[in-house]
């Protein structure tokens, strides 16, 4: 979704109120990814045969932002960090793993280089 800048006073058309609504995808295919500013508020989805890593950089999002990700291939997709700290319930808190095909997850920046992942982890 492309950013709108809006003024005091302005009202807002019907389309400028559906873009605010519209969520915005990012098809992956390959079997490693990693973020970038422009996959804030997306839905980044991985698709391939074999395990897939999605790699949260640092320096890159800020305290607020999220990334949502959805593994729709048969191979389950990880989230790791490059000097970043990562916090989830999943078994390995550090690097969670989507529990299944169509499994989904919210990254969420909660701090300078801290995100926390939550959804359907194993």
Not at 7 to 13: A, D, M, Y
Not at 51 to 65: E, H, L, R
Request: aromatic share 4%; glycine share 10%.
């Amino acid at each position: 979704m492309a950013a709108i800048t809006f003024v005091t006073g302005e009202v807002l058309t019907a389309a400028q109120m559906n873009a605010l609504n519209a969520l915005a995808f990012n098809a992956q295919v390959g079997t490693t990814y990693t973020l970038v500013a422009a996959d804030k508020d997306k839905l980044v989805t991985t698709s391939n045969g074999a395990a897939v890593t999605v790699t949260i950089p640092t320096g890159v999002f800020t305290v607020g932002q999220s990334i949502n990700v959805q593994s729709i291939g048969v191979g389950l997709t990880t989230i790791s960090g490059a000097a970043v700290t990562i916090t989830s319930t999943g078994a390995s808190a550090i690097a969670p793993k989507l529990r299944a095909r169509y499994s989904a997850a919210t990254i969420i920046c909660t701090a300078a280089g801290v995100f926390t992942v939550i959804g359907d982890l194993s």
